[in-house]
């Protein structure tokens, strides 16, 4: 008998509350709310966060000592794709009533730092965000980064400025990389900081989604050493083992889960729309639309399960997370393209989510390291199998 791979029982179930939680409690609430909201009322919130509580799905992905449910990269990429499937969800999946991580490397912090910072997130009592790009580019931060800090006593002083900081308008505090060694291009270090720290000024940069990212001024920022995580000069490695490649795949989940649902959007209104006497998927012209999307979706979960499954099995992901990433964006960005086009004038308007979605996919072919960035990383590694690379 030929064996073939099923999703552990276990994880169906959570899946399907998952499904179940953003079908009868989110979506409906969703459509009374304006078409780009990405918050929800604290009366909603709060009854809301008590039954995920009480659901056993509060911060899935968050190690369960910290308070989560620690599930594994694979686990939480299948049920990111379920949650993600409503209008606010490519950003604000379930409005954060399933939880909100704190960036994930505040978990390679020192005890005060995780007490301090990343358990308070962890019960919604603060917001974290972190913080690589600046205006002098974003691509290859090793060598963009002109934030820097000097020592002061036993204090740090933070001088420059960051940019495109999602969560910073809102958040509480969070994570700055900053030069710290000017001769070397390893030389970076990350700071805890807080927002309301005098010598930090946060401004929101207005973008093509209604979650603004905020723009980062630091003016003689003080910052006391226990606010340095991981070594000084070793920002560098918990960047680039810990954080970038590994976000890339549950951010791809999320592109994959966002595809469904205006994939499943365009087959049921291909269904029941009718033009020259006939529904539109009678034709074939739709018909291929429907089949290339369903051929990108179902390539596109493998790639994220993929990429997942090396992560944790402890191989190295880097490529395959890379291969997910672009080829989420892209799927996510035609697959709401052609179900637009599918949808004809109502596809365009606020009425349906998929206007917020083209829009807000637009942006995945950039945030989390543009689409060239992670080619540069795919080639490398075909041209050099497993060579080191930085
Ligand atoms: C809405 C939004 C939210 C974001 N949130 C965060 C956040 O929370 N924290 C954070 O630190 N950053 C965040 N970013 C920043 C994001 O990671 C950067 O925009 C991204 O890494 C690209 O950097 P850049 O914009 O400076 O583009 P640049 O580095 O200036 O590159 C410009 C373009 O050139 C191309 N390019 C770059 N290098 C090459 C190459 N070698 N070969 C060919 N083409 C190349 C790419 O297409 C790229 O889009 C966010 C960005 C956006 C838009």
């Not at 991580?101 to 019960?123: F, M, N, R, S």
């Not at 290859?140 to 960051?162: F, Y």
């Not at 030389?187 to 309301?196: L, M, P, R």
Request: contains cysteine.
């Amino acid at each position: 008998m030929t064996e073939r791979y099923e999703l552990p029982e276990e994880l169906r179930l959570t899946r399907n509350l998952v499904r179940d939680f953003n079908k009868n409690e989110i979506i409906p609430l969703e459509q009374k709310i304006p078409h780009d909201s990405i918050t929800i009322s604290e009366n909603d919130f709060s009854r809301l966060s008590q039954k995920t509580r009480e659901m056993g799905l509060w911060c899935l992905a968050v190690p369960e000592r910290h308070g989560g449910a620690g599930l594994s990269l694979f686990a939480n990429a299948v049920i990111t794709e379920e949650m993600v499937q409503h209008a606010a969800g490519l950003y604000c999946p379930a409005y954060g009533t399933m939880g909100d991580a704190p960036p994930e490397i505040i978990w390679a912090g020192d005890e005060y730092q995780i007490k301090k910072y990343g358990l308070p997130t962890v019960e919604h009592k603060l917001k974290g965000w972190f913080a690589i790009t600046e205006p002098s580019g974003g691509s290859d931060p090793a060598r963009a980064i002109q934030t820097h800090a000097k020592r002061d006593g036993d204090d740090w002083i933070i001088n420059g400025s960051k940019i495109f900081i999602s969560g910073s308008p809102w958040g509480d505090w969070g994570i700055v990389f900053a030069r710290t060694d000017s001769e070397s291009r390893r030389g970076i270090t990350a700071f805890i900081v807080e927002n309301d720290w005098p010598g930090l000024t946060v401004e929101p940069v207005p973008v093509m989604r209604a979650y603004y990212p905020g723009q980062l001024f630091f003016d003689d920022l003080r910052v006391p050493s226990e606010n340095v995580l991981g070594e000084v000069d070793g920002g560098w490695d918990l960047l680039a083992n810990k954080l970038l490649a590994r976000a890339r795949i549950p951010y791809s989940a999320s592109n994959l889960g966002v595809a469904v649902a205006a994939h499943k959007m365009a087959v049921e209104y291909s269904k029941t729309r009718e033009t020259f006497g006939a529904p539109l998927a009678s034709r074939q012209a739709i018909q291929w639309m429907l089949v290339d999307s369903e051929i990108e979706i179902r390539a596109c979960r493998w790639l994220v399960w993929e990429a997942a499954w090396q992560f944790d099995n402890g191989e190295d992901f880097r490529q395959a997370a890379s291969v997910a990433k672009i080829h989420s964006a892209e799927t996510l960005g035609n697959v709401v393209d052609r179900a637009i086009q599918i949808h004809g004038g109502m596809g365009v308007t606020e009425w349906l989510p998929l206007e917020r979605w083209y829009r807000e996919a637009r942006i995945r072919r950039i945030g989390e390291g543009p689409t060239e960035v992670q080619k540069m990383v795919i080639a490398r590694e075909i041209l050099n199998p497993g060579g080191v690379h930085a």
